[in-house]
Nanobody, 118 residues
Framework: QVQLVESGGGLVQAGGSLRLSCAAS????????MGWFRQAPGKEREFVAA????????YYADSVKGRFTLSRDNAKNTVFLQMNSLKPEDTAVYYC???????????WGQGTQVTVSS
């Protein structure tokens, strides 16, 4: 059974930083792409960042480019999202996901809340 467990969310002031983690189990982590998505209240879920199986290729939404950094540690079955220069509009529930490629995700975590105060 595949499980993805996010952690690291919380309340932070604008301009601050948070580091999200997503621990994976139940499948060979290093074989799969990993992504981060977010959903704000009243809005649809949106793509934030993704990386291929090795982490050698990473992709970001324009809204977070230059502020967020995705990385993965295949030895620890964990993917990270370092979020700097946070803005109130980054407030959302953040989800990690695992998939066979960068565009199709078949397992999702339960989400972690990120709240950025102005």
């Amino acid at each position: 059974q595949v499980q993805l467990v996010e952690s690291g969310g919380g309340l932070v002031q604008a301009g601050g930083s948070l580091r999200l983690s997503c621990a994976a189990s139940g499948r060979t982590f290093s074989m799969y792409a990993m992504g981060w998505f977010r959903q704000a209240p009243g809005k649809e879920r949106e793509f934030v960042a993704a990386c291929n199986w090795s982490g050698g290729s990473t992709y970001y939404a324009d809204s977070v480019k230059g502020r967020f950094t995705l990385s993965r540690d295949n030895a620890k079955n964990t993917v990270f999202l370092q979020m700097n220069s946070l803005k109130p509009e980054d407030t959302a529930v953040y989800y990690c996901a695992s998939g066979r490629n960068l565009y199709e995700y078949d397992y999702w975590g339960q989400g972690t809340q990120v709240t950025v105060s102005s």
